[in-house]
């Protein structure tokens, strides 16, 4: 069963609670959310502040932090404060990512690594067995509203080889790009929580029925 991931960065930040509580009612089980620091991506946007509102407004949401920031490792006490559930960072900002494993599975968070395109699936599989997920970025980090870039999905399928092979249990995350036409080919090719942010908030008016729909759609895979 694949699950939808609405990314609050395309939502409108001042109706925030209206506007979550809409996905949510469409069927919303997971809400990601996309930390910038403006230096590992061009591009900033918010940090343990605004994850702890979003705890306060959905308090039984899964909230999936997707860290674009240098030196992840510092920040995992504030985003553990602040509510998140799944942790991602970025294996290109880490030298050692397997400590920063570590210490997100002693947190008590659900430790992810994210990829981005260029990064192969192969710089994980020294530690795949320690991740809840493994998030494979579709467009380059940064911005919302990019296109999926081609090819991608192979590295979805050789993800769910890999992780098939070993006997194990991790979420195949894709982020960026997602539209109505490649949503159902990338589910059926193995990702298992898709994100989607432009997708889900670009019409204001209509959260909840897009909500529902894409997620009937991708239920069945
Ligand atoms: C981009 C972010 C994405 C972004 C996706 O760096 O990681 O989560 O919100 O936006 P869309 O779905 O519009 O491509
Ligand atoms: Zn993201």
Known sequence: MARLAPSILSCDFSRLKEQLQAAQRGGAEIIHLDVMDGHFVPNMTFGPLIVEAVRKILPDGLLDVHLMVEEPAKYINDFTAAGADFLSFHAETVPDFDRVINLLRSSG?????????????????????????????????????????????????????????????????????????????????????????????????????????????????
Do not use: W, Y
Not at 184 to 201: D, H, P, Q, Y
């Open 109 to 221: 968070l659900r430790p992810a690594v994210a990829l981005c395109p260029g990064t192969p699936v192969s710089a994980i599989e020294n530690v795949l067995h320690k991740l809840d997920m493994v998030l494979l970025m579709t467009v380059n980090p940064g911005f919302g509203g990019q296109r999926f870039i081609p090819g991608m999905e192979r590295k979805i399928s050789e993800l769910k080889k890999s992780i098939q092979q070993r006997g194990l249990s991790v979420e195949i995350e894709i982020d960026g790009g997602i539209q109505q036409n490649n949503i159902e080919f990338l589910a059926s090719r193995g990702a298992t929580i898709i994100v989607a942010g432009s997708l889900v908030f670009s019409d204001h008016d209509r959260i909840e029925a897009t909500v529902r729909s894409l997620t009937e759609r991708i239920r069945p895979f």
